[in-house]
């Protein structure tokens, strides 16, 4: 079992920065893929960014990949999400979550344990 706690979300204006981080405690947390999801009111939740166990393979939607940097620190069991040159259609709650495998993954149901989300709002 992991449980997963995100902070740092937070009010940014368009072009500026924020990182928001995700505290995971319990068993195992150097084992886990981690990633960071993220969902809009009335929309599906999106793919943003995940991470392999031992931090050396990522992946990044498109949209984002040249803006936002996934990392983790496994002696911290921390994973942060470092998001810069922002825009207001990144406004939303952005979620953490853990996986079982090894490798990096895209899909929600490879991802049993989820955060309670973090907002993340930005201003034109």
């Known amino acids: 079992q992991v449980q997963l706690v995100e902070s740092g979300g937070g009010l940014v204006h368009a072009g500026g920065s924020l990182s928001v981080s995700c505290a995971a405690s319990?068993?195992?947390?150097?084992?886990?893929?981690l990633a960071w999801f993220r969902q809009a009111p009335g929309k599906e939740r999106e793919f943003v960014a995940s991470?392999?166990?031992?931090?050396?393979?990522?992946d990044y939607a498109d949209s984002m990949k040249d803006r936002f940097t996934i990392s983790r620190d496994n002696a911290k069991n921390t994973v942060y999400l470092q998001m810069n040159n922002l825009k207001p259609e990144d406004t939303t709650v952005y979620y953490c979550?853990?996986?079982?495998?090894?490798?990096?993954?895209?899909?929600?149901?490879?991802?049993?344990?989820w955060g309670q989300g973090t907002q993340v709002t930005v201003s034109s």
């Open positions: 979550a853990a996986s079982r495998l090894a490798v990096t993954t895209r899909r929600i149901d490879d991802y049993p344990y």
């Open positions: 991470i392999n166990w031992r931090g050396a393979s990522t």
């Open positions: 319990g068993r195992a947390f150097s084992m886990y893929t």
